[in-house]
Each structure stands twice: as C-alpha cells, then as structure tokens.
C-alpha cells in the first residue's frame, strides 16, 4: 500500500512515462516500482492527462487483446489500459500493468554501445560525386541543370530550381544506411521522408514539362506539391504509384515479400507490374502487393506514420517484420529459428531514440524470450 505521496509520485512518472518525457533515472525508479509491486494500480487524475481523446487513441493502442489466438505480448509492461475502465470512468482512469507469470533476468540490460540511428543520407550526383550530408556544412552543395542543391540550418535537402533546366539522362539519388533517416524537398515542393536502408532516385531538372517521376527502394513518406497539369509517379521494383498531390507512405524492401501503399490524404493509384492490376486508395487504406495479387484493407496510420514522428508502434504485424523494424534502425543482425517464433506477435510502441538495449529489454519482459548480445548479432533464446 503506498502513502499519498508515495501514490502521487507514481502517478507523475506515469503520466510522464505516457506522454514520452519520462527520463533515464525517473524510468529506473518506475521499473523498480513495477518489479516491487507487480499488481499495484495507480489512479492518475485528468489533471496529468494531455486530453481524454489523445489518452483514449495512445493507451487503446497498448491493450492486450486476451481472446485473440496468437499470444500478443505487450510492449507496455510499465502500463496498459483495461479498456473497459477506460472508457466507463471518463474524468479519471486506472492504469494497470500487464506483465509476465515469470520474472526474468534481462540478458541486455547493461548492454548500452548500440544506440540508435540518426540523421543522415548520402546525395550521389548526376556527375558520380558522393556527398556525406551528416558531415556537409550548411549552404549551397552543388547546382545541376539550372537548380541549386543545398542544406538548410535545420538539416533538410533543398532542391529549388533557380533557372529552367535542360532535360538530362543524369539522376541524383538520395540514399540512408542502415540506421540513417533524412528528409528532403524536391524542386516542386514536394516533401520527402526517407526512412533507414533506404533510395530515391529522380532528375535534378524535375520542373520540365510532363511527369514528375522518381524510383524508390526501401520506405519514404511523400507529401506531394500538387500539380494537376503533372502527374507525380513513385515507380518501385514490383509497383507504381500515381498521384496528383496527396501525402502517403510506402514500404517497399527487398528482403520483404509485400509492398505496401497508405494513403494519409487525397487519392493515389497503385499499379501492380507483374499483373498490371490497379486500384484507387481512399485515406486509410492500405494496397498491399504481393506477387501479381493486390489488395486493399483499412489500417491506421498513426501505426504506418510511427517511423517518421521517432516511435516503433507494433501490433498489425509478424514478430519478423517488427524485427526488420529494429535490425534497419540499429544496424543490427537478429539471429532466430522461424521455429523458435511460434505466434508471437508484439503490441505497443517505444521510441527510436531509445538505445537498443532498452527496447531489448522491453521485449523481454513482454513475452517469454531473452536477447544476448554479440557485436552487432542479436541472439532470440526462447
């Protein structure tokens, strides 16, 4: 039984450790709470709470669903949200903690020399020039074909077309490694968020008349500048994808057998290659690829979004495309038998500026499987 202050004190860290501004040793004191009292409920007034309706969106996503078939291990081992209280009490709610029958002794807990990616891409040039963006000072880095490249004091790429291009067979293509992301603007305005192990390749004379095309590998975020006149079209190796202007994602990776389209906003026509199949988004709808076959279902995007506003969200996913997730991130190898996964699937977010030890850890603690880590592969042990 915790005094009053004990009880208000439980629930600040709470409410911090919800809205992601808990720090390091505040988290400490917090794990110690829930390895203490592993039943304790912590009532957190409104007062703490951003919103009830944000509260309602970000504690749903951590719910457990306890009759799904498949063994769903959440990753808020700190907090979850019974549903049923949630939505019954209103000004107030209880915040209980779901976590595993066994205690386990975390085999990455001390491990901290893997931290997590950053900002950073490499521009190759028309003319084969590599540029290192995370090194290059800010200011003007080249001008090809009558537009002048640079990067902004807050770290983006800037193409803005300063005369009228002459159309040209050389392309420049933006690439992030294995624990980069960047962001960048075309010379229309569009904006683009490229996500780790990722590529983008287009005309550094993009304002000509006719389409605006680019190829993509890897997952990037589009806000397309809309152009009635010029059809915007992101081709990748099994798709293509026709827009006006409109924002969207897609996820597009070799070593993944589906490609997956979601549109935020607007409309996009997804055009399957193999089969030459194409269907119409509506915001919220997800086309997925796969083979010759495509299909269409509603997700959330919030869930697709994680990745560019720093979170992992898991949930609609297999344990080996979370997997993925963190191996891009980090710049890590998962070393597992597809036999040692059964159904397990994990539930919840956590931030990407989270080292990996910690997201490791998490994980454990969710479900029954421990981590060792060894240089840069990462042993599953069931």
Partial sequence: ????????????????????????EELQVFNAWYESDPDGIIEIPESFAQTEEQLQARMLKGISNSIHK???????????????????????????????????????????????????????????????????????????YGTRISKTADGRL???EESAGKSSAAQNTLSTAKGEMYMMTLPDGTKVWLNAAS???????FNLPG???????GEAYFEVAKDKKRPFIVTTARQNVTVLGTHFNISS????????????????KVSNLQSGIALVLKPDQQAVVNGGNIHIHQV?????????????????????????????????????????????????????SSRLSDVLRKIELAGNIKFEIKGRRILLIK
Avoid: C
């Fill in 1 to 24: 039984m915790h005094s009053p202050e004990d009880q208000e004190k439980y629930q600040q860290l709470a409410s911090k450790w919800l809205d992601k501004t808990i720090t390091e």
């Fill in 300 to 352: 959330d995007v919030n869930e697709i979004l994680a990745w560019k506003n720093g979170d992992f969200v898991f949930g609609s996913e297999s344990f080996e495309a979370s997997m993925h997730k963190i191996e891009r991130w980090y710049d890590v190898e998962f070393v597992y038998k597809e036999s040692d996964l059964g159904n397990i699937r994990l539930e919840g977010w956590i931030s990407r």
């Fill in 211 to 217: 389409l605006r095309e680019v190829s993509l590998t």
């Fill in 253 to 268: 990776y070799a070593d993944e057998k589906e490609v997956k389209t979601t549109l935020m906003e607007g409309a996009v």
């Fill in 158 to 160: 800037l193409y803005d």
């Fill in 199 to 205: 590529s983008i390749t287009f005309s550094p004379a």
């Fill in 70 to 144: 498949t063994h769903i291990y959440s990753l808020w081992t700190r907090i979850s949200v019974a549903a049923s209280v949630l939505l019954l009490l209103g000004a107030s709610f209880y915040v209980h903690r779901y976590g595993t029958t066994e205690k386990q002794q975390s085999l990455v807990v001390h491990q901290d020399s893997i931290t997590p990616g950053k900002s950073g891409a490499t521009l190759t040039l028309g003319n084969g020039r590599k540029i290192q963006l995370s090194d290059a000072a800010v200011g003007e880095l080249a001008t090809e």
